[in-house]
Structures are given as C-alpha cells and as structure tokens.
C-alpha cells in the first residue's frame, strides 16, 4: 500500500504519546484497585489491596464522600489497561515500521536490468505502467468559443483563463502528469468537465481540481456550488477526490495554498 509507511509512523508516534500520558499518571496512584458493585439499586465502591501477594477482592467499602479515592482508583484501573494495550501495540507497530517500505514489490522489479525485466511480468503494474496506461486514453474536451481569447501552457494546450495557465505550468514544472477538461459524467447531473484530472498515486483513483475564477458573481457562484454538491453526491468529496481553489475580483489565487493541496494530494 502506497503511503502506509507514513500510517504507521503517525500511528506510532501516537501511541508514544498516549504510553508518555499513562506512565506519568501511573507514577503516584493508591495501591489496590476498585471494585464496583450494586445491591438494591445502589453503587457501592470497594477498595481491594493485596494480602500476602494476593489481591482481596472483598475489600472494603468506600463511602460516596471519599470522591477523590474512588476517581483515583477508577482512573489507575482505565490507566494500567491502556498502558497494556499501547505497550502491545507499540513494540507490533515498531516491529512492522522497521522492516516496512512503500513500493517494495515494485521496488523488486524497478531494480531489475532492462533486459531482465523484458522476460518478466511483474505482479502487478508498476506506477509508471498504470500512469502511462491511463495517460494513453483519448477523450475529447470542451471546445472554445470563437473569438475567445487564446491562452496557452507551457506544455503548448490552450487554457481558459490566466489562473488555469499558472496550474497547470506549475503542474508540468513538477512533472505532475494531468489531463485537462477530461469529460466526467455525475450521475443527476450530466457531464462535467473538471479543470484537471489527476491520477493518485497512492489510491490508483482518479483526483479531480476545479478552480471557480469568479466566485464573486452570483449566477457563476451558485452554478459552481451546485456542481460541487453534485460531485459529492457521486462519491467525489471535497477534499478526498476534489480539490477545490477559487478567487475572486478582490480575491488572487492564493498559491500557498495551491502548494499545500499539491503537496498532499500530487505527490
């Protein structure tokens, strides 16, 4: 899986910092533990120590006014069961995120010669396989309007408007693979053309961008929020498949936050 290393770093420092929390609290707690009972509709607190290496469990009673004991007790008892479940945890997570990489299996073919890997078929598609496969697809986009004013990419394909250009340069600059205005059909909708069309590296699914230049009219503004609401009605959600920019006449194109969504959705 594309991306799980990064899973189990997160899920591991996690759990340092939940076993960091119980072990502190775990330092200065009453000895014993608390039993919890209730007779003729009423809770009693018991108060179980060991005898002779052997816990009590018959205890005796605490009163409701004894509060902090009772907490104090309750709480060491959810305390010592985390910390078990998080030590577990934490020495399978390490086990696993020591040995683990991304791409491994690919990782085995990549590094065959290229006379080797003619006689091989790998197990399953190498990235620039399914990226050159899905690049290979015609499709038809929008046609312009005459007398439309003529904008052209770096990578030499006329664009729409002077934000689209900065984009997609900003896409072919870092070897970010698009296609531009591929038609996609939303069921209850019909067929929409999306600025941009990605294909995720990590999920093997489709990454969809539009950027809505004149969110400062009206009419623009209500037919781009009913396309993003049809988008989601389609499984495309805002920021999981659907990257969403937008400006205004009082508002630019903000590119830190084009470099963020490229940083964690492109690459």
Known sequence: MIGLKNYLTEEENRLRRIKQIVDNRLQDVPKGCLRISSSRKKTQYIYCTEENGKLNKQGHYLKKENVQMIQALAQKGYDQKIKFLVDKRLKQIQSLNKNYQDEEIEKVFNRMSDKRKELV??????????????????????????????????????????????????????????????????????????????????????????????????GYAEKAIRKIDQYTKNGIIPGVRLIITYESSNYALNMSVVKQFIREYLL
């Open 121 to 218: 078929k790998p197990v399953e598609m190498t990235w620039e396989q399914r990226l050159e496969q899905w690049k290979s697809i015609p499709y038809v986009g929008k046609t312009f309007k005459e007398g439309t004013i003529e904008i052209y990419t770096n990578k030499g394909e006329r664009v729409r408007s002077k934000s689209e250009k900065i984009l997609a340069d900003m896409f072919y600059d870092m070897g970010i693979e698009y296609k531009y205005e591929c038609p996609l059909r939303l069921n209850g909708y019909g067929d929409v053309y999306p600025d941009f069309t990605f294909l995720s590296k990590k999920t093997n699914k489709e990454i969809y961008w539009e950027h809505d230049g004149r969110m400062d009219e009206a």
